[in-house]
C-alpha cells in the first residue's frame, strides 16, 4: 500500500513569495490534515479535512495560508505571500474513515526555507 | 484545552541500555494517547496508540507504554536501545469529540551513544 505522498520535498523562497504544497493521501483515506512543524516543535494542525469539507482551520493563518482539497483526494496547501517565520517542515497526514480516533498517517513532509 | 507535556529535550543513553521516555497530558475524558517516531528528514511514524483497555501496550521496534491515569502519564519504554532508534518522539493525544484536534508534545531527541 503506498503511503501519503508529499512533493515538493524541498522549497527556498523569498520572503513576500508565494510557494504551494502537494499532497495526495493514501487511497480511501478520508480524513486529511496539514501540520506545520516549526525546528525543534511538535506538530501544530492547522486544518483537517473531511473527504472534501473542512473540519477544523482554527489555527490556520487565513491572511496568508490557504488550502483545498478538490474531490475529496488530494490536497494543496498555498502560501501568499510568505514570512520569515513560516520557515518550517510542512506535514501531510491522512487517516481512514473509521472515526475519530484512527491513527494518522503521514508523508515525508515539505521543508520551506523563506530567506 | 487538552496538552502533551514531554519533560526531557534530550536524552542520551548508550546502546544496550534502558530507556524512558515521559510523556505527560492534560484532558479532560479518557485520553487516546500515540508515541510517533520521527527519524531526520522523514515524517512521523506511529510506535503505538492506547484507546482503552490493557493499560500496558506493546508497539513496534520494541517499544511500550504504560498508561496510568493517576498521574496523568503515558510513558515510553524500551528495555534495550539501539543505535538505529536515535531519533525524534512524539507523544500525543487524539481527541474525543469531532472538533477536537491531535495535540502534539514539543518532542524529545534521543541519542545513541556506541
Known amino acids: 500500500e503506498a503511503g501519503v505522498a508529499q512533493s515538493p520535498r524541498y522549497k527556498i523562497i523569498e520572503k513576500r513569495q508565494s510557494v504551494a504544497f502537494w499532497c495526495n493521501p493514501i487511497?480511501?483515506?478520508?480524513?486529511l490534515y496539514w501540520y506545520q512543524q516549526i525546528l525543534g516543535q511538535g506538530p501544530k494542525l492547522l486544518i483537517q479535512f473531511q473527504n472534501n469539507g473542512v473540519v477544523d482551520d482554527s489555527q490556520l493563518p487565513k491572511d496568508r495560508f490557504s488550502a483545498e482539497r478538490l474531490k475529496g483526494v488530494d490536497s494543496t496547501l498555498k502560501i501568499q505571500p510568505a514570512k520569515l517565520e513560516d520557515s518550517a517542515v510542512y506535514l501531510c497526514?491522512?487517516?481512514?474513515?473509521?472515526?475519530?480516533?484512527?491513527?494518522?498517517?503521514f508523508g515525508p513532509g515539505t521543508r520551506l526555507l523563506v530567506l | 484545552a487538552q496538552s502533551v507535556t514531554q519533560p526531557d529535550i534530550h536524552i542520551t543513553v548508550s546502546e544496550g541500555a534502558s530507556l524512558e521516555l515521559r510523556c505527560n497530558y492534560s484532558?479532560?475524558?479518557?485520553?487516546?494517547l500515540f508515541w510517533y517516531v520521527q527519524s531526520p528528514g522523514q515524517g512521523l511514524q506511529l510506535l503505538l496508540k492506547y484507546f482503552s483497555g490493557d493499560t500496558l501496550v506493546q508497539g513496534i521496534k520494541g517499544f511500550e507504554a504504560e498508561f496510568k491515569r493517576s498521574q496523568s502519564s503515558f510513558n515510553l519504554r524500551k528495555p534495550s536501545v539501539h543505535w538505529s532508534d536515535a531519533a525524534e518522539y512524539f507523544c500525543a493525544v487524539g481527541p474525543y469529540n469531532y472538533g477536537q484536534n491531535f495535540v502534539f508534545g514539543p518532542g524529545t531527541r534521543l541519542s545513541v551513544l556506541p
Open positions: 497526514a491522512s487517516s481512514p474513515p473509521s472515526g475519530i480516533q484512527e491513527t494518522q498517517y
Open positions: 487511497s480511501g483515506h478520508a480524513t
Open positions: 484532558y479532560g475524558a479518557t485520553p487516546y
